[in-house]
């Protein structure tokens, strides 16, 4: 059964585990690094899940998936939010839980900002579709926006509109 709660301080090891998880398995998919990420104290982490809104992906009570929302402090910026960490664990993928974390996270969205914004690696097609499938639209690449090792990776910019994200 699939599960979908805010994640508090209380969640942070749990957090912190599929957070590492998936910058190791997947270093191109994030701007974060694996290296970067486990050097963060849990107090730190625990801070970051206070102060944002991270969705946890539950399906028969083990943490399965997550995303976070983050909403930029500045007057001018905050009517905008980015999508961000977004990865679900490999056995839980294609039973709906990517898409349900997401449209979750419209949703809370909503209330916050007019406009949510997010990129994604070029070459991760079952990611873009799901992000077509919840109304996004692309509005350009970044060349070379990642560097893994000797490798660069392009992102995709995509963005739902406030139009989008009321009818989402």
Not at 60 to 73: A, F, K, M
Request: charged share 25%; proline share 1%; aromatic share 8%.
């Amino acid at each position: 059964m699939l599960r979908i709660e805010r994640l508090t301080e209380r969640d942070v090891v749990g957090y912190q585990e599929i957070r590492l998880e998936g910058l190791r398995a997947h270093p191109e998919s994030f701007g974060a690094s694996f290296e970067e990420e486990e050097a963060q104290s849990l107090s730190s982490v625990g801070e970051r899940l206070a102060g944002s809104i991270v969705l946890g992906g539950y399906d028969n009570d083990c943490l399965q998936g997550v995303i976070g929302l983050y909403v930029p402090g500045r007057i001018k910026q905050r009517h905008k939010g980015t999508v961000w960490g977004m990865y679900v664990r490999e056995q839980s993928r294609r039973r709906g839980l990517g898409a349900a974390l997401l449209a979750r996270l419209l949703r809370e969205a909503r209330s916050v900002v007019e406009e949510v914004r997010l990129t994604v690696v070029t070459t991760n097609t079952s990611a873009i579709r799901l992000y077509q499938r919840a109304g996004f639209q692309s509005y350009g690449v970044e060349r070379r926006a990642l560097k893994v090792s000797e490798w660069y990776h392009d992102e995709m910019l995509m963005t739902l509109s406030a139009a989008g994200l009321h009818g989402a």
